[in-house]
């Protein structure tokens, strides 16, 4: 079994920072991309960003030069954001395609944490 928890969610005002983490754990082999999605209410879950196994990352237009993906090892990945605006009110959800010790691939999601942009 192989789990992914985020946190670091939270209230912050319009341009405030935060840092979102992401950990797996279980039986997990390797981890070839990662990624962050959001979902705001009433709107469709969306890709922010995504780091593949060589390092290299995509950002959806709207958080560029905003928000910065990076992962310090195997298993943990980090979004951070800065310049937050109430737009960018929304849940967060890691998202990992892993390879288990078994050898299974599975595109496994975490459970999501919020983050509020308000004053």
């Known amino acids: 079994q192989v789990q992914l928890v985020e946190s670091g969610g939270g209230l912050v005002q319009p341009g405030g920072s935060l840092t979102l983490s992401c950990a797996a754990s279980?039986?997990?082999?390797?981890?070839?991309?990662m990624g962050w999605y959001r979902q705001a209410p009433g709107k469709e879950r969306e890709l922010v960003a995504n780091?593949?196994?060589?390092?290299?990352t995509n950002y959806v237009d709207s958080v560029k030069g905003r928000f910065t993906i990076s992962r310090d090892n195997a298993k943990n990945m980090f979004l951070q954001m800065n310049s937050l605006k109430p737009e960018d009110t929304a849940v967060y959800y890691c998202?990992?395609?892993?390879?288990?010790?078994?050898?299974?691939?599975?595109?496994?999601w975490g459970q999501g944490t919020l983050v509020t942009v308000s004053s």
């Open positions: 998202n990992a395609l892993v390879v288990t010790s078994l050898g299974a691939a599975l595109r496994v």
């Open positions: 279980g039986s997990v082999f390797s981890i070839n991309d």
């Open positions: 780091i593949i196994s060589d390092g290299r």
